[in-house]
């Protein structure tokens, strides 16, 4: 008998990922699918060869299986509604990010998880590449001294067209909230302040503004900025942005693809205008798997050992406070107090 019994909110494209990693664990089956159309349920089910019943309300397959856990991978607009629905009928839920479509939103998704004693992760599959893991593992080594600053730069230019072109911030409140997660991770550190400026450059096919520039204090004193844009043609970065952190002692930087690279003072040599430098090789130890399967396993692994996961809410509304935080001073133009 399966330990994880699961309904799947949402059968579009993305859901395949979560049926693909489903299909590979032993403990752990579908029991349901639903979407509020449910042609897409039920052609899901066909594609999948899963024999479940289909439904268009997430109470509803609740009510008639004997799910004990939801994954919702709805729009994000419905991520409170079907969270909060799954918790109080005493599901655990795992979910894809953001965890809310609004900062009050996400404060009430925790409170339920608190009052109903339940588990919410959010995909933050961002954190699970070798790459990151090894880059902060060399940033909190201490080989380059006490963290100052960290620097993030993103900029891409993808033609999604649908609902981001239409949004009001897509960079800030699509994207960016990987971005600013994995500050969080690579440092330690959870932000206190933000100042963001936004904009819309010219050549965007974005109705709302797709570049931003934001500034995080963050919670070990030192500083977070972010430049990005979603409408940049040419010299992309890679989708986990190009990242430099300065420390006291030296400086390390990782393209978000290759493995990072770090430079610190040599003391074995005399002073010098510009001091003499040593590299320092960053270990590759991460042995876990990478993305979406790789966070899917930690969600797995502290659900059954009664942890909270890297990414539950109670973490991840950090997160979630610095994408709606920089929308706030972009708006009003002022810092903002996290």
């Known amino acids: 008998m399966s330990q994880h019994k699961i309904v799947v909110a949402g059968c579009g494209g993305m859901s395949n990922t979560w049926l693909d990693y489903v299909g590979q664990r032993e403990n752990a089956e579908i029991v349901g699918l639903v979407d509020i159309f449910e042609d897409s349920a039920k052609k899901m089910a066909e594609k999948r060869g899963l024999d479940v019943p289909t439904f268009t309300e997430l109470s509803q397959a609740l009510a008639a299986t004997d799910a004990n856990l939801v994954f919702d991978v709805t729009i994000p607009a419905s991520h409170k509604q079907i969270v909060t629905t799954a918790m109080e009928a005493g599901c655990n839920v795992f979910g894809e990010k953001p965890m809310a479509e609004s900062y009050a939103d996400a404060e009430e998704i925790v409170r339920t998880s608190t009052q109903t004693g339940k588990r919410y992760a959010v995909m933050q599959n961002r954190r699970y590449l070798k790459q990151i893991r090894s880059f902060r593992d060399l940033v909190g080594s201490g080989a380059i001294g006490q963290i100052g600053s960290i620097h993030a730069d993103f900029f891409l230019g993808p033609h999604f067209g649908g609902f981001r072109d239409a949004m009001d911030s897509p960079l800030i409140i699509d994207m960016a909230i990987h971005t600013f997660d994995q500050a969080r991770f690579i440092i330690g550190a959870d932000p206190v302040s933000v100042y963001c400026h936004e904009y819309n450059p010219p050549g965007s096919w974005y109705k709302g503004n797709a570049s931003a520039i934001c500034i995080f204090e963050m919670s070990d004193g030192s500083v977070f900025s972010y430049r990005g844009s979603w409408c940049a043609e040419g010299l992309s970065t890679s989708w986990e942005a190009d990242w430099r952190v300065t420390g006291s002692k030296?400086?390390?930087?990782?393209?978000?693809?290759?493995?990072?690279?770090?430079?610190?003072?040599d003391t074995s040599k005399g002073p010098e205008f510009i001091l003499p430098m040593q590299q320092i090789d960053a270990a590759d130890t991460w042995e876990g798997r990478e993305g979406h399967w790789g966070c899917l396993d930690e969600m797995f692994h502290a659900l059954e050992q009664g942890r909270p996961a890297e990414t539950d809410c109670l973490d991840n509304i950090k997160s979630v406070a610095m994408v709606f935080g920089a929308v706030e001073s972009a708006r009003t133009g002022k810092k903002v107090q996290l």
Request: avoid cysteine.
């Open 250 to 265: 030296g400086s390390a930087k990782w393209d978000g693809a290759s493995l990072p690279i770090a430079e610190a003072v």
